[in-house]
């Protein structure tokens, strides 16, 4: 944390505050970031992002050269990080970012700093609708609580017929819709097959125009409290409208929807049997938008984690069954936070650690690390995948930031749930 003090927060702050994200992530890795450009000058209407903006999007879009897979940049040469599995880290590899995304972050950059029209609320579909099996259904619902209103889709598979089913609440990354990450995880074609239900939270372009969850306030990483609430409340309106099995409900997300993922599990332990964090952080990571930069680019600290319990309804912190993925070549969240939120687990120190190697059939290595009891009864289990981006790991190219040479991380996360039913947990 030394480097860190260096920095002046205050100008961070100035800077996300301006909608300058891409800036003031080059401030924490110590570049030094130009002075504003005057209103009306040739840089004020045309602005630029700075070349060190690879930890904002590590993701190069699809392209016939990748099959219409989002794929990780080259790294120029730059070395490789360190094997994951040996523990040390002496960085991430930020390759400069690729000509395709100068015009996506330029964008981006002008609607962040409300130089760019967009809708202000509503719920936002990015892709044409999928063809659906018969007897299938993908519906659209609002939720509306205390805490503000979301809308979400649930998936209803063809084979529902009232009988009690696991339900799947998934949570999208920045820039996704329920459309576009379901087509990316392709978890309702596995929720077809397996018969379970699948929702969607989509978050309110009104509340982040790159609909982001916000995992890093404070009001929204507590219970009955901003998103949180909502996503519960999403939850339990489901269990209350459709047969659910209450002793099979879960959660998982992607990125700032992974992060979001380990607060729910955090705050609604109650609620949830299992959860599920693909490129994500842990609860608590940051307390606002300079810590959450911080934490994505160098790992995240518990300072908020520690002074809230985790908030069960009997005021306990029990170990909720936690299976995480993460790429080592991430450079939007750092790997590190993929180790942070296996050692916050609640009760992590009891269980034996096991060491698995594989490969999946499309070439990507992996080390899989169990977490296991003394009945054999492994809660925490962690895919660190050796050359993957920040990306769901063996998604569909029909989706934005998807792996699909990697192990099938909906089915495993699918594998993993099924294993932990709430009375086996009991």
Known sequence: MTSLLKIDMAEVTRLTREGRLQEAMAMLRGAKVDAPAAP????EANPTPSADTSSVLDMQPPSPHTGGAWTAPESGGD??????????RSGVVEPKIPETLRGVLGRMKQRLAGRMPGRSSGFPIDRAPVALPDGARFEEYRHTASAGTLAYKLYIPSGY????????????????????????????????????LVAYPAQS??????????????????RGRGEPALIAGITREIIRDYAVDPDRVYIAGLSAGGA???????????????????????????????????AMRQGGSSQFASGHRRQGSDGKAPLVPTIVFHGDRDTTVNPVNADQLIAGTP?????RKTLIQGESTGGIRYTRSLYADENGRAPLEQWILHGAGHAWSGGSS?????????????????RFFMQHARSAAA
Request: glycine share 10%; charged share 15%.
């Open 161 to 196: 017929r009232g009988q009690p089913l696991p339900l799947v609440v998934m949570l999208h990354g920045c820039t996704q819709s329920p459309d576009d990450f379901a087509a990316g995880t392709r978890m309702n074609s596995l929720a077809e097959q397996e018969l379970f």
């Open 205 to 222: 372009l009104s509340t982040s125009a790159t609909k982001c969850w916000s995992w890093f306030s404070p009001d929204d990483q507590q």
């Open 79 to 88: 070395s490789a990080p360190e094997d994951h599995a040996s523990g040390h």
């Open 40 to 43: 009306g000058s040739a840089r």
């Open 347 to 351: 009760g992590v120190a009891r269980l």
């Open 260 to 294: 979001a993922a380990a607060i729910m599990g955090a705050t609604y332990p109650d609620l949830y049997a299992a959860i599920g964090v693909h490129s994500g952080l842990a609860y608590g990571a940051a307390v606002d938008m300079p810590s959450a930069l911080a």
């Open 398 to 414: 029909d989706g934005s930031y998807t792996e699909p040479r990697g192990p099938d991380a909906s089915r495993e996360m699918l």
